[in-house]
């Protein structure tokens, strides 16, 4: 069975950094490309970051410049490296795997919250 799990939420100041980690399982990691969202109380999920077929990386403007996704192959895991986090950043964040005609597979949410 597909099962995506992330770790790595929590609460940080601002400023601070978290890596957010998505482990994956009985899926051919490679044969997927990956995105992160995140869903604030009250907003609509928001796309954060995709790393597209050809290795494009794309951000949500927000976030540009501080936030990275990245892939480990051997270790069949997504990340996303979340740097100088600011209040806006609080949201649940969801891990998405994906074929671009197929089918998706969804983590099941870490919450980050920062805060002082």
């Known amino acids: 069975q597909v099962q995506l799990v992330e770790s790595g939420g929590g609460l940080v100041q601002p400023g601070g950094s978290l890596r957010l980690s998505c482990a994956t399982s009985?899926?051919?990691?490679?044969?997927?490309?990956m995105a992160w969202y995140r869903q604030a109380p009250g907003k609509q999920r928001e796309l954060v970051a995709n790393?597209?077929?050809?290795?494009?990386?794309v951000y949500l403007d927000s976030v540009k410049g501080r936030f990275t996704i990245s892939r480990d192959n051997a270790k069949n895991t997504v990340y996303l490296q979340m740097n100088d986090l600011k209040p806006e950043d609080t949201a649940v964040y969801y891990c998405?795997?994906?074929?671009?005609?197929?089918?998706?597979?969804w983590g099941q949410g870490t919450q980050v919250t920062v805060s002082s």
């Open positions: 790393r597209g077929s050809d290795g494009n990386k």
């Open positions: 998405k795997l994906y074929r671009p005609f197929g089918n998706a597979y």
């Open positions: 009985g899926m051919i990691f490679s044969n997927y490309l």
